[in-house]
Nanobody
């Protein structure tokens, strides 16, 4: 129901953009966000936006480098990633919720994408 696109490989200091769109979900989702999971590590929240008021929140590790934004189409979200570092290498997942969800709690998110690989060397 959530389909990500973008990602790929980039050298340290480079930029990448991810996009995500929801299909088959009725109504406007309240929260749209991104998580990531590196090999051998737990999934961690990266950023989220509340569609009702545009409020954004970022993990400390990406604050100032990543930007989350809503698309013009309903239930669409983007993640612009700048100054990427090797520690940003992970599978990135789009997430969505009908409620005001938190990136510090994966259980507050109802919908998940399949993930897209981001590799920084």
């Amino acid at each position: 129901q959530l389909v990500e696109s973008g990602g790929g490989s980039v050298q340290a200091g480079g930029s990448l953009g991810l996009s995500c769109s929801a299909s088959g979900i009725a109504g406007t989702l309240t929260s749209l966000g991104w998580f990531r999971q590196a090999p051998g590590k737990e999934r961690e929240g990266v950023a989220r936006v509340y569609t009702t008021d545009g409020d954004t929140y970022y993990a400390d590790s990406v604050n100032g480098r990543f930007t989350i934004s809503q698309g013009n189409a309903e239930n669409t979200v983007y993640l612009q990633m700048n100054n990427l570092q090797p520690e940003d290498t992970a599978v990135y997942y789009c997430a969505a919720s009908d409620l005001r969800a938190s990136i510090h709690s994966a259980s507050t998110w109802s919908y998940w994408g399949q993930g897209t690989q981001v590799t920084v060397s």
